[in-house]
């Protein structure tokens, strides 16, 4: 604006200043909504239910009541704390995939195991490591020998 200043001119001058300045705080977040953006970005959600079949109707199991998943024959079923088993669709790897990782681990091809119900740990033969869980699965439990530092880390974390 050049003197004099007219009325009219102060009024243009402060209302396309105001637009501009509206514009920008909408189009450029401060530097803390955009961090929490990004770290919500990244948080993958992971399932707190599964929907599964018992008998001819289907309820509802929460992930914290899972004790442990098994694969035997392509076949995939979860075990609750309850001594409950049910049968899962999709393979062991995908189901996995959409758990937790703080409160699951995959100890092996055939086992991802809940943090919760892991009972006692022994070393076992050619560096592996014997699980027994609760409640009992009924077969040997072991975490495969690439695995074992992984595993370790999990348990300590």
């Not at 070393?123 to 072991?142: A, I």
Request: proline letters at 6%; one cysteine or more; aromatic letters at 12%.
């Amino acid at each position: 604006m050049l003197k004099p200043i007219h009325p009219r001119d102060l009024a243009n001058s402060l209302d396309k200043f105001e637009k501009i300045r509206q514009q920008y705080h909408q189009a450029a977040p401060g530097p803390y909504t955009r961090l929490l953006e990004r770290m919500q970005a990244r948080q993958p959600a992971y399932k707190e239910r599964f929907l599964v079949k018992s008998g001819r109707a289907y309820c509802s199991i929460l992930s914290s009541e899972i004790a442990y998943l098994y694969s035997e024959q392509k076949v995939t079923f979860l075990h609750t704390r309850q001594h409950k088993r049910y049968l899962l669709d999709g393979s062991l790897e995908e189901i996995y995939k959409k758990l937790d990782p703080r409160h699951f681990f995959k100890v092996n091809r055939a086992f991802v195991v809940s943090h919760a119900c892991i009972k006692q740990i022994e070393p076992f033969f050619n560096h592996r490591m014997k699980l027994s869980l609760s409640p009992d699965p009924g077969r040997e439990v072991l975490v495969s020998r690439g695995n074992v530092p992984a595993f370790k880390a999990w348990l300590d974390g």
